[in-house]
């Protein structure tokens, strides 16, 4: 037909060996998977509240809370943020209510701030134009709440809210390119796509929230990146990238190795063959990440004597867009790579002056030493210096981005990991 119409042919469907085809082995996976989970599952603080939570908003709020502290950040990380933010913030309408300021305060340290900030925005969409109430479906979670993608409405709608769709996060990939010897680049959409429709059949009609839970638990704790501890993988039966280590050389059954290489868009590629040494970490295969950029930022912590004799320090706010939106600083300037350190303080005095309103020598500038602090994408260097102010500072009050902090109220604000190792 589409030869006769000119309509483009669609691409071939990967091989009934890659997916989950066999209706018995999917039930099977299910039972063993959620009988491990409820023996071995963490106890988590957002795990507790969803399961005995009787109010249907809150129990969604818990749960979208979680989830988005838990994108890039590891659980033991967050666990601490996860219950202060439920303390201060119990209800879409108490975060709703709560200023930009407040919520940087809280998440300072968790990094990728723009997460707490579009979270808030989403609970003041929800409660001005939703009524508060929480939408229900992952199709409405992700088309009506700003900051809301496919992976974190899957979660909220299954664990939440009982809706029987898959999720699809970094440990969910993991284990579904090794149950399935899927070795194609697991970042392309195409593969991508590939792993959401295998979610979607796998996950438990009637436990779609545990069952996606289980499915990252086990990516979280046995099915690791590198040394899975497949000896206590409760679906290695299941696993055929465990079965190709087991067998060693393909079995005499036709098996996902005698795939066609080059024409199954799910296999490695013909040009990376299986690496017997490294078993099941075969899969999953990624493509290359760029090298993080390097930066150099010259940063001075200013001190003065406050009015009770005790050290106050200069922090201004960064800019409302981009890296850190809207964090505190010390005063501190991007440079070029290859600066001179004479032309550095010269560069950085100049800017020092628009925040203090008089001349700063570069002589008086004291080199203190360099901080590296990595970002996902930035390998960043902060050149550190410092300069006492002798005699009374006062800002201008047109510049409202600036103020003097005790080192009490220095920590207590919304300032990076960054400037505290600063």
Known sequence: AALLTGAPAAAPAPPARHLFSEPAEVEA????????????????????????????DRRGYAVWVSEIMLQQTQVATVIDYYTRWMQKWPTLQALAQASLEEVNELWAGLGYYSRGKRLQEAARKVVSELAGRMPRTAEDLQKLLPGVGRYTAGAIASISYGQATGVVDGNVIRVLCRLRCIGADSSSPAVIDQLWDMANVLVDRSRPGDFNQALMELGATVCVPKSPLCGECPVKQHCRAWRRKLFGKAPPVPDVEDCGVGDCSLCPPATEPWDSSLGVTNFPRKAAKKPPRAMRTATCVLERRGCHGAPEYLIVQR????????????????????????????????????????????????????????????????????????????????????????????????????????
């Not at 790579?337 to 550095?344: V, Y």
Request: proline share 5%; aromatic share 10%; with cysteine.
């Open 29 to 56: 996976l299910r039972r063993n998977l959620l009988a491990w989970y409820d023996r071995c599952k963490r106890d988590l603080p957002w795990r507790a509240l969803a399961a005995m939570e009787p109010d249907a």
């Open 319 to 422: 800019p409302s867009s981009g890296l850190l939106a809207g964090l505190w600083e010390f005063p501190s300037l991007p440079l070029a790579q290859d600066l001179q350190e004479e032309k550095e303080r010269e560069e950085l005095a100049d800017h020092l002056q628009a925040w203090i309103g008089r001349p700063v020598a570069a002589t008086g500038l004291q080199f203190i030493g360099e901080v590296i602090h990595i970002f996902s994408h930035i390998h960043q260097t902060y050149v550190v210096y410092s300069l006492h102010l002798d005699g009374d500072v006062t800002l201008d009050p047109a510049l409202s981005l600036s103020r003097w902090v005790t080192e009490d109220e220095f920590h207590a604000s919304a300032v990076s990991t960054a400037m505290k190792k600063v």
